[in-house]
């Protein structure tokens, strides 16, 4: 099974900020890594697909980048809409599918 | 509107059975994947199982094979899961999502808002 860890766990920022989530890997995985957002009592939302593929309608203040078994999330410059959690996803292989921990962006 | 939408959630005894049901609509529904994907309150994201497009083949954790089964009715446009011998660890927001397919497609484009499925006497 492939496990991905997230660091951080929990990213204290204020609006503004550029921030960086990392999502590893236990083998690689190519760039088959999407992220996704999820806001309190809300279902997730496909940021990035394909490590670096902005999904339609996404702000372009996001951004990925990685392939094998080291991957990031970047957001530009933070904006109050964007406090939630990221979830790194992997999709190496489709009959096992696994998440990160996931990463909480709260605010500072 | 370009949407899943889940029901069947609900309070079930240990050991006892529930479905859930998703369905779908303003796509083509033939030509995506299907997952039922869960999470635990307070808990992350925990992928569940999956479903080609055309039911050919299915995918689990390994900690629902063989009390777990997914399926889905083309014809309706709908996403099942019958879940049974249901544990107190199953107590889950439980979210039906689409994924393109093929190798290249196996991430969640479309999520539902789930159905919350609580296990306890």
């Known amino acids: 099974d492939i496990q991905l860890t997230q660091s951080p766990s929990t990213l204290s920022a204020s609006v503004g900020d550029r921030v960086t989530i990392t999502c590893r890997a236990s083998q690689s995985i190519s760039s088959w890594l999407a992220w996704h957002q999820q806001k309190p009592g809300e279902a997730p939302k496909l940021l990035i697909y394909?490590?670096?593929t902005l999904e339609s309608g996404v702000p372009s203040r996001f951004s990925g980048s990685g392939s094998g078994t080291e991957f990031t999330l970047t957001i530009s410059s933070l904006q109050p809409d964007d406090f939630a959690t990221y979830y790194c996803?992997?999709?190496?292989?489709?009959?096992?599918?696994?998440f990160g921990p996931g990463t909480k962006v709260d605010i500072k | 509107e370009v949407q899943l939408v889940e029901s069947g959630g609900g309070l079930v005894q240990p050991g006892g059975s529930l479905r859930l049901s998703c369905a779908a609509s303003?796509?083509?529904?033939?030509?995506?994947?299907l997952s039922w994907v869960r999470q635990a309150p307070g808990k992350g994201l925990e992928w569940v199982a999956n479903?080609?497009?055309?039911?050919?083949?299915?995918f689990y954790v390994d900690s629902v094979k063989g009390r777990f089964t997914i399926s889905r009715d083309n014809a309706k446009n709908s996403l099942y899961l019958q879940m049974n011998t249901l544990r107190a660890e199953d107590t889950a927001v439980y979210y039906c999502?689409?994924?393109?397919?093929?190798?290249?497609?196996?991430?969640?484009?479309?999520w539902g808002r789930g159905t919350l499925v609580t296990v306890s006497s």
């Open positions: 303003g796509f083509t529904f033939t030509n995506y994947y």
């Open positions: 999502a689409r994924a393109p397919g093929g190798k290249e497609g196996g991430y969640f484009d479309l």
């Open positions: 996803q992997q999709y190496n292989s489709y009959s096992l599918l696994s």
């Open positions: 394909k490590a670096s």
């Open positions: 479903i080609k497009h055309d039911g050919s083949e299915t």
